[in-house]
Structures are given as C-alpha cells and as structure tokens.
T-cell receptor, first 115, second 111 residues
Framework: DAGVIQSPRHEVTEMGQEVTLRCKPI?????LFWYRQTMMRGLELLIY????????DSGMPEDRFSAKMPNASFSTLKIQPSEPRDSAVYFC?????????????FGDGTRLSIL | RKEVEQDPGPFNVPEGATVAFNCTYS??????FFWYRQDCRKEPKLLMS?????NEDGRFTAQLNRASQYISLLIRDSKLSDSATYLC????????????WGLGTSLAVNP
C-alpha cells in the first residue's frame, strides 16, 4: 500500500524565493496534517485539514505560509517569500477519521534549506 | 512550562538492558497518549498507544499515571535496532484535538 507521498524530498533555494511543498495522503484518510521539525523546537503542527477543510491553522508562523487542500488526494504548503529561518524538515501526515484518535502516518518529509 | 516534556537523553545502554522513559504533560484534561519512534533522518512512526490500564506490546510496556500527569515507556531486553528517538505525544481534549509532541528522548543501544 502506498503511504503518504511528499515531494520534493530535498529543496535548496535562496531566500526570497517561493517554495511549494506537496503531499498526497493515504487514500481514504480524512485528516491531513502539516508539521515542521527543527532540533530546537521539535515537531510543530502548522495546520490540519479534516475532509479537505482547514480546521486549525494557528501553528502557521506568519502570512508568508499558506496551505491548501483542493481535493482529498492532494495538499500544498507554500512559503512566499522564503527566509533562512524557514529551514527545517516539513512533514505531511494523514490519518483515518476526524476525531484525532487515529494514528498519524507520516511521509518521508521535505528537507528545506533556505540560503 | 512546555505542554509535553521529556528528558532528551541520550540514554546509552548495553544490549539486553531494560530502559525506561518518562514524559510529563501539563493539561490535566488530555485524552489520548501515544509513543512514536523516529529514526535518524526518518519520519516518526507510531510505536504504541497508551491506555489507562497500561498496555504491553512484546518488549514494550506503556503506562499512564493521570494523577501525576505522566506516561512512561519501558523497553525490556533492548536490541541494537531500538536505537532511535522516542516521542511522547498527547492529544488535547475539547474541540481542538490536535496532537502535542514532546521533543523526544534519544536512545542508543550499544553492543
């Protein structure tokens, strides 16, 4: 079975550029989560969707970050303009159900470096 | 105070040893608790859920102490392959049921 698929696996770009991260959740999963992980702050939830609808975006750092989920099989996280402090590993995860009680399945992550 | 706190370690133990990690949480109304495992440069993966009565999965035992607001993970007969970071995860109560993640405890099992 295909797991959560993220692309790209690695991204290196200069500050000021637009960065788009992509995620395909596990088929049939109703919830999708975007996380950022750094050594200092660990895993931080940025935003999550239930049935394609954003439920909580309080973790989105600022207006430079935006996320969309146009359908059940695709989501994007966009950073524009990017800054060096955005460098981190960005994970997408999905889970069945919408009550938060189901385990989350993570993609391999996107390692983002902003120079 | 962080919502979920863990001793970062590292815990260095020999193969075959028993090792235990604790994790404290600040929200007494938290409903669900999990241990995830993360290997170096990999994604987190669910190790086990933690139930009120405690639960065991092979060499792994998880316990919950609601009065003291901590959960624990015990690993018996540790293997080299157990070397990883163990993340404590707590789910909030109420309408916002997002997971709150600890920073993790690093375990190195040595031959």
């Amino acid at each position: 079975d295909a797991g959560v698929i993220q692309s790209p696996r690695h991204e290196v770009t200069e500050m000021g550029q637009e960065v788009t991260l992509r995620c395909k959740p596990i088929s049939g999963h109703n919830s999708l989560f975007w996380y950022r992980q750094t050594m200092m702050r660990g895993l931080e939830l940025l935003i999550y969707f239930n049935n394609n609808v954003p439920i909580d975006d309080s973790g989105m750092p600022e207006d430079r970050f935006s996320a969309k989920m146009p359908n059940a099989s695709f989501s994007t996280l966009k950073i524009q303009p990017s800054e060096p402090r955005d460098s981190a590993v960005y994970f997408c995860a999905s889970s069945a159900g919408t009550n938060g009680g189901q385990p989350q399945h993570f993609g391999d992550g996107t390692r983002l470096s902003i120079l | 105070r962080k919502e979920v706190e863990q001793d970062p370690g590292p815990f260095n133990v020999p193969e075959g040893a028993t090792v235990a990690f604790n994790c404290t949480y600040s929200n007494s109304a938290s409903q669900s608790f999990f241990w995830y495992r993360q290997d170096c440069r990999k994604e987190p993966k669910l190790l086990m859920s933690v139930y009120s009565s405690g639960n065991e999965d092979g060499r792994f035992t998880a316990q919950l102490n609601r009065a003291s607001q901590y959960i624990s993970l015990l690993i018996r007969d540790s293997k080299l392959s157990d070397s990883a970071t163990y993340l404590c995860v707590v789910r909030n109560a109420g309408n916002n049921r997002k997971l709150i993640w600890g920073l993790g405890t690093s375990l190195a099992v040595n031959p």
